[in-house]
């Protein structure tokens, strides 16, 4: 690394003039360390260069460059490693002025669990510690979930919690629909099991045909051996894969492909997915860049596979709207991560352009709903302007919401709102503690002293307006920690409940003077409020929930004489939570290593009186 220090000016001339023609990662640094930019190149030298050295630049380049004060580089042995090392920088420092994908979700998959006596396949997602083997990832939950509803109605392998299955006495619904075999209670040979098993997982990985054909031995063998109820069963279960194998398998897709579009309009980016595995179409799921100005779908496509297929399976073909400039350097590099061969194609016929073409029409809408999404929340925003009479719109909202039953496990809830929406990463909840049970004003006390003490001490950024559920006595609390905290510049106002709590109708009531708005039911800035307030009680709701369930399965087991920290993880963990102790008969509760029968005698009595 040679990191130049910030100086008054920065010299760029001066600093090319160090560096070498080697490939590598450049970083673009401001005064305050702020990361700018991050870029690769084949040539350092050339590429960083190119800004301080070319007469002329555009106006979004001159921008950036205006502010650096200094630039690090990083050499590399390949272009492909910089391409790469390029992709981890700007996933994890989030610059400025880079094209950057906005999705840190963890995908789903389908998990077939093998290390367990009676496997199950079930929906997962997260960290990938099980023993067993992971299908995917699918663009979606709802594709995971059909997925799994194909295996039910075709192979009836068990879905269902370890909890719920090792305390079966008898089949549940899921044998009566012919979703599930029973294994549970031994409604099915293990052998048979096994092969189910196995079958499922060899369609999972495109060996439909495989499955069919031992299917159809396995059928001809039962016949002969006179078994003709067995035979009729597999002779249907034959017929229903057929039908379904004619239904998903897409003809013209190669065996893992994706294919990506980009289209681009008013400032935003779109890049829609279709994904193909095993030559079977997975669905779709649309993505939405940050999007520096001036970028082109070109561009947008380059830094989206790179970024997207960092720490993701990489299917063989990657059919793309917009050929990078870069392609097959970023195909290489992919191809040494995944093993196989990777290839980015632009100009495709036949099934592969229409698949294309409807990535294209995908990529189209859902940027047009997106925007017209945008527009609406924005001219919401200006209602809201126009009502409180501000002289700018708003750029952050925040609004605060207390929940908690009877006064149990109390939480307060801040959601934030901008101009485009919930920014949902600046959410935050609050446990409160040690207040009168109920006390919703002292709760909200609490709550707003937490939170904007943290603000003031620069640990965030000030809201312009402050929504707080509630009337006047909240709207007081809010303004008496405003004051002591010495914050002046925030409108604080409370959203009072309409008569017979009717959506629309509620009152505004503004901290500065007292004085109450009844915007009503067809303004959009009522709307705005709505959806604010309404988005804060979820979260709060949700908080709360999980705090009470979280408290209860800890109280309901340490009243228990006998029963410490380490032998209710024991609990817990055989059983799958409070749930599956409760449901569990002594013998079993027995079970658990450190459980005597004493003990276990004692539990079982807490949860059946």
């Not at 082109?296 to 997207?308: G, L, N, P, R, T």
């Not at 990529?363 to 809201?384: I, K, P, V, Y």
């Not at 309409?498 to 109450?516: C, K």
Request: hydrophobic fraction near 40%; charge should be neutral.
């Amino acid at each position: 690394m040679e990191p130049t220090h910030a100086s008054a000016a920065f010299d760029g001339k001066a600093f090319v003039r160090t560096l070498t023609s080697s490939p590598g990662v450049y970083r673009m640094i401001d005064a305050g360390g702020e990361l700018l930019y991050v870029g690769k190149a084949r040539d350092l030298k050339k590429r960083v260069g190119s800004y301080f050295l070319k007469p002329r630049l555009e106006p979004r380049i001159m921008a950036m460059i205006s502010q650096i004060a200094r630039v690090e580089t990083t050499l590399t042995r390949t272009e492909g490693e910089a391409l790469i090392l390029e992709a981890q920088l700007i996933k994890s420092l989030k610059p400025r002025y880079n094209i950057m994908l906005r999705d840190d979700k963890s995908y789903p998959y389908i998990f077939l669990a093998t290390g367990e006596d009676v496997p199950k396949m079930v929906f997962h997602r997260g960290a990938m510690s099980g023993k067993g083997r992971y299908f995917g990832p699918y663009p979606s939950s709802f594709a995971v979930r059909e997925s799994l509803n194909l295996m039910q109605k075709l192979f009836q392998v068990r879905q269902c919690e370890d909890s719920y299955f090792k305390n079966r006495t008898r089949p549940c619904l899921q044998y009566q629909i012919k979703r599930c075999s029973a294994p549970c209670v031994g409604l099915v040979q293990p052998d048979d099991y096994a092969a189910s098993v196995r079958h499922a997982a060899m369609f999972l990985e495109g060996k439909s045909t495989a499955v069919i054909d031992e299917m159809v031995a396995r059928m001809e063998t039962a016949s002969g051996a006179l078994e003709f109820e067995r035979a009729a069963a597999l002779r249907d279960q034959i017929a229903t894969l057929k039908q379904i194998q004619a239904r998903h398998y897409v003809h013209g897709a190669s065996a893992d492909m994706d294919v990506l579009a980009c289209r681009i309009a008013n400032g935003m980016a779109c890049v829609s997915v279709l994904y193909f595995r095993n030559g079977i179409s997975l669905g779709s799921r649309d993505y939405f860049p940050k999007l520096p100005l001036d970028a082109s779908e070109a561009d947008v496509m380059a830094a989206f596979i790179a970024q997207y297929y960092l720490e993701r399976p990489v299917p063989e073909e990657l059919i793309v709207s917009h050929l990078p400039e870069d392609a097959e350097i970023l195909a290489d590099a992919l191809a040494q991560q995944v093993a196989h061969k990777v290839e980015i194609k632009g100009a495709v016929r036949a099934e592969r352009a229409r698949f294309l073409e409807l990535a294209v029409k995908n990529a189209g809408a859902a940027l047009a709903a997106r925007l017209a999404s945008h527009q609406t929340m924005r001219e919401r925003f200006e209602s809201l302007r126009e009502l409180l009479e501000l002289d700018e719109v708003p750029q952050r909202i925040e609004c605060f919401d207390i929940s908690h039953t009877m006064g149990e496990a109390t939480v307060a809830s801040c959601v934030v709102y901008g101009p485009d929406g919930p920014e949902k990463s600046q959410y935050r909840r609050f446990n409160i503690t040690g207040i009168e049970p109920g006390d919703d004003y002292a709760a909200m006390h609490q709550a707003l002293e937490r939170r904007y003490k943290r603000l003031t001490a620069g640990e965030g950024v000030l809201p312009d307006i402050l929504l707080i559920d509630g009337g006047k006595g909240q709207v007081a609390q809010a303004l008496a920690v405003l004051n002591d905290l010495g914050v002046t510049c925030v409108q604080v106002i409370g959203v009072a409940k309409g008569p017979e709590r009717r959506a629309g109708h509620e009152t505004l009531i503004l901290g500065d003077s007292g004085r109450s708005l009844w915007p009503g039911p067809d303004s959009p800035a009522s709307h705005l409020i709505q959806s604010v307030r309404d988005e804060a009680h979820r979260f709060a709701i949700t908080g709360h929930r999980q705090r009470r369930e979280k408290a209860r399965e800890k109280s309901s087991l340490e009243e228990i004489e006998g029963v410490g920290a380490k032998r209710r993880s024991a609990l817990l963990k055989h059983f799958g939570g409070l749930g599956g102790i409760a449901r569990a008969g002594v013998e079993e509760l027995m079970g658990v290593k450190g459980v005597s029968r004493d003990l276990a005698e004692r539990i079982y009595a807490r949860f059946h009186g």
